[in-house]
């Protein structure tokens, strides 16, 4: 079962009761700031339905007076005066009833693509303040889904489906009341029967708002998947697995094109029952009308207002029973949406400040850390202790490494540095005061991260660098590259720092990647840094450079390094060896050596293949001649 399924069939019973115009109700904050456009548009669609009402009772006057009364100049039984005069009546208000549907069509259109964009940035906002615990359960294909597809339901019913509703309610309640003016007897008639057809409507309707949900799920998902495989496209190709991939989609796009038609089967059956029942009806009364007619007992005129009311009644039913299909299935999508919207990260900021300024260059000397018997488990795997009683400090201007088998914990430790995730028990204090107590954002504005993978944003080299300083000067992001030995391949890129670097950085090496991500770590300039094997993606000689680079942007600041190639590490002020959560050694290089431990014996398969490596190098380079 996937993530959507879940969520779906675990939903409380007074969610999957709520009515959709309830669910639709909370949309109202959005429409809010805009009154004006609201009254105006409500202000045009009455006015378009008086002058739609109007029209039948122009047609009684024609009929029973124009063509009834004789003509005072010629003698005959119609009244051309009268005629030509209830034409130019109906022209005038043809012209009102244009005007008014251009204003109502022209705010309602507005208003749902200002509203619909207004959603989407206070939904994708809210998503970015996630945590990682909130992106474990929910696929980031799924998100953009619910920000495209979704967005574009609720588009519709604001720009227009709500707004022919109420233009459709208007006319059906205007109708109906001159029907019962027109003749009590007949309007009585067409209202038992139509209390009669609304039950059926409201049973269907309500199944609709469950397929139109169920139709959108499965449309996320195919949405996740494709966004998944196309996301990892050298992985599958290198492992021929594009045709699988395909039959994966494919059965998607069957289980949503089968909901879909799930949902549109019943829609028509819902469009169907409602016009056969309301025409039904409406037919009835009117051949009773035509029984008095016949009897005397109504005049011709005041019969065909009472149709042309009725026909209005019937076609705003009919409309409305669509307008309804589209709110039931707007209201799914906004269900969806306001999951997203009412979502609250785990992880709350504090609301105390740092003591200390978040720039080295300002005279800071770097930050303290203290772990205290730190005991952590990701909420994924609840039973698993990532961490487990871990404890150490780190003085301003020490140069941490952490190093240890895959599993160790040890970016572990940088997640929870930079409050990815909160311990279970112990503390994490910087420069003396709990991070938790901290305001989020100072506390990661005092942190640069390097992370394995690097990311390049589809963006020019510039802005790609300015995202750790958005004000930085271009010499101060000029500074950055060269301290990242980044500045020669830049320099050398068609448009230099105005390169557009494609999605990903598609078009730079792994290691050009690495080093615009430690560029831009060091424009930021925190006092607290944190590099994820900062070096794992570049060559012998990049490595060199921005290991130097590395050196000098470490002074002055305190830095915690993850590392495998242990080379790296070697000048650390203190190395902590990490297993199962704990660490079992400390100390500097030598002393680790010394002590013949976990780490003496990495630092001997490392160095020692080094050393083999070097020696077969001109034996290789021999034979090959």
Known sequence: MSETDESTSNESPSATDRS???????????????????????????????????????FRFLIDRG???????????????????????????????????????????????????????????????????????????????????????????????????????????????????????????????????????????????????DSQDRLADTGALANETLNAMSTVQSYVREDMESGRYRVATNAAFDSAIRRNRNRSYLTALAITLVFGSIVFVLWLGAQAVLEGRMSPGLLTQFMLYAALVAGSTGALAEVLGDVQRAAGATERLLELLDAQPAIVSGTQELAKPANGATGNEGARV?????????????????????????????????????????????????????????????????????QLNQLREAIGFVSQDSVVFSEDVATNLRYGKPDAT??????????????????????????????????????????????????????????????????????????????????????????????TIINADRILVLDEGRVIESGNHQELLAGNGLYARLASMQFNASESLKQTEPTTAQASL
Request: with cysteine; glycine share 8%.
């Open 67 to 213: 063509f009834s009364l004789p003509d005072a100049a010629t003698g005959n039984g119609i009244d051309a005066g009268h005629v030509n005069s209830v034409f130019l009546a109906l022209f005038a208000v043809a012209l009102v009833l244009a005007v008014a549907t251009a204003v109502r069509y022209y705010c309602v259109a507005w208003l749902g693509d200002r509203i619909t964009a207004d959603l989407r940035q206070a939904v994708y906002s809210q998503v970015l303040k996630q945590d990682p615990v909130f992106f474990e359960t929910l696929r980031t294909g799924e998100v953009q889904s619910r920000l495209s597809s979704d967005t574009t339901l609720i588009q519709s019913l604001i720009g227009s489906s709500i707004s022919l509703g109420l233009r459709n309610s208007l006319l059906f309640i205007g109708a109906l009341l001159m029907m019962i003016w027109s003749s009590p007897q007949l309007a009585s008639i067409i209202v038992g029967l139509l209390v009669v057809v609304v039950v059926p409507i409201l049973v269907f309707g309500r199944r609709v708002r469950k397929l139109s949900r």
């Open 370 to 438: 203290e772990f205290r018997e730190v005991g952590f488990s990701y909420p994924s795997r609840p039973d698993e202790q990532a961490l487990s009683g871990l404890s150490f400090s780190m003085e301003p201007g020490q140069t941490i490494a952490l190093v240890g088998p895959s599993g160790a914990g040890k970016t572990t430790v940088l997640q929870l540095l930079l409050r990815f995730y909160d311990p279970q028990t112990g503390s994490i204090t910087l420069d003396g005061t709990p991070i938790d107590d901290l």
């Open 474 to 567: 271009d010499e101060e992001v000029r500074q950055a590259a060269s301290d990242a030995q980044a500045l020669d391949f830049i320099e050398r890129l068609p448009n230099g720092f105005n390169t557009y670097l494609g999605e990903k950085g598609v078009r730079l090496s792994g290691g050009q990647r690495q080093r615009l991500s430690i560029a831009r770590a060091l424009l930021k300039n925190p006092p607290l840094l944190l590099l994820d094997e900062a070096t794992s993606a570049l060559d012998a000689e990049s490595e060199r450079k921005v290991q130097m680079a590395l050196d000098r942007a470490m002074s002055g600041r305190t830095t915690l390094v993850i590392a495998h190639r242990l080379a």
């Open 20 to 58: 959709a115009w309830r669910t639709l109700f909370r949309l109202k904050p959005f429409l809010a700031p805009y009154r004006g456009r609201v009254i105006l548009a409500g202000s045009a669609l009455l006015v378009a339905a008086a002058a739609t009402l109007t029209i039948p009772t122009a």
